[in-house]
């Protein structure tokens, strides 16, 4: 069954909880919110998200229920194709059809606490069809430290375990038919931007070329609506990954689990991810963002 209609866009801060947000702390300054258990519309994808990230300094560098996107949650894991359950929110696109209004958003929900200190919070998820039924098992750590006196860095560990009687598939619009490289669909970070920001890798830059490549380290550039500058390396591509980008739509940053071709996690087994983020006050050159980057020896 279609629904004819979109969903009411929410406006900012609209999404409530039914828990109080976990709170991340760098050297006893809080630089993300990680909302467990939003109380969305299932067509907005519900989800565990981080929102809002800050800079040391302050500046937000994520935004939530934007009007264009109002499905695009801070800072998140999610994937519009699951086994044919869309987790990413938004309409679904159907090959030969187009991107249309379906009933088959599904949920990815927090089931239990395993690990929380300032700094660090582990927990359970489970990833839900419509019906309630388990897609994926996965287990999360989300870890902050300080990597120099203007920056900090996220590091996000997924580990997503199939069923033990059947295999997982993971697509996108692009494996599902969508022309222009939109594979989007895996780690996925909505920036806060006053105008369009600059993304570029150490050899490549705008979203035209860096939009489906597998650079070991990318980096976006911008300045919040409240005037603060920012930078954002992002690092962690799996085999297989590819970086979806947009800077001109919106400011946007994807580890695309499924850019070209759809990824599948086989019966029983897991996929591992670890996605790192540095997040660091003012406009960084490609020699410091190298130089983050080449701090961390595994800083694939």
């Known amino acids: 069954m279609t629904t004819d209609r979109p969903a009411r866009a929410a406006e900012p801060g609209e999404a409530t909880t039914t828990g109080e947000p976990v709170r991340l702390l760098v050297g006893g300054t809080e630089v993300a919110r990680y909302v467990l258990d939003p109380a969305l519309d299932a067509r907005h994808g519900p989800r565990p998200y981080l929102h809002p990230v800050r800079t040391l300094a302050g500046t937000v560098v ?7 996107h109002v499905w695009h949650l ?3 894991l999610a994937v519009q194709d699951v086994n044919g359950t869309n987790l990413w929110g938004g309409r679904t696109y159907v090959r030969d059809v187009g991107y249309t209004w379906r009933d088959d958003h599904g949920r990815i929900a927090h089931v239990g606490d395993v690990e929380r200190s300032p700094g ?3 927990h359970d998820l489970r990833w839900r069809d419509p019906s309630g039924r388990t897609l994926l098992s996965e287990r999360r750590q989300l870890t902050v430290s300080t990597a120099t006196p203007d920056a900090w860095r996220l590091d996000l560990d997924s580990a997503l375990t199939a069923p ?7 697509g996108s619009p692009a494996t599902n038919g969508r022309p222009g490289g939109a594979g989007y669909g895996g780690f996925f970070w909505r920036a806060a931007a006053d105008g369009e920001p600059t993304v570029f890798t150490a050899d490549a830059a705008g979203e035209e070329s860096v939009n489906g490549s597998a650079a070991p380290w990318l980096a976006l550039t911008g300045t919040e609506p409240g005037g603060g500058a920012y930078t954002l390396v992002f690092a962690g591509l799996g085999p297989g990954d590819r970086w979806f980008v947009r800077t001109g739509m919106y400011p946007g940053v994807c580890v695309a689990f499924a850019f070209d071709r759809p990824a599948v996690v086989t019966a029983g087994e897991t996929r591992h991810g670890r996605y790192r983020v540095w997040v660091a006050d003012g406009t960084l050159d490609r020699g410091r963002v190298a ?3 080449a701090a961390v020896p595994d800083g694939r």
């Open 291 to 293: 130089n983050l980057v």
């Open 120 to 122: 660090r919070y582990a």
């Open 62 to 68: 994520t935004d939530a229920l934007p009007a264009d």
């Open 74 to 76: 801070g800072a998140s």
């Open 164 to 170: 033990a009687d059947r295999e997982v598939r993971l």
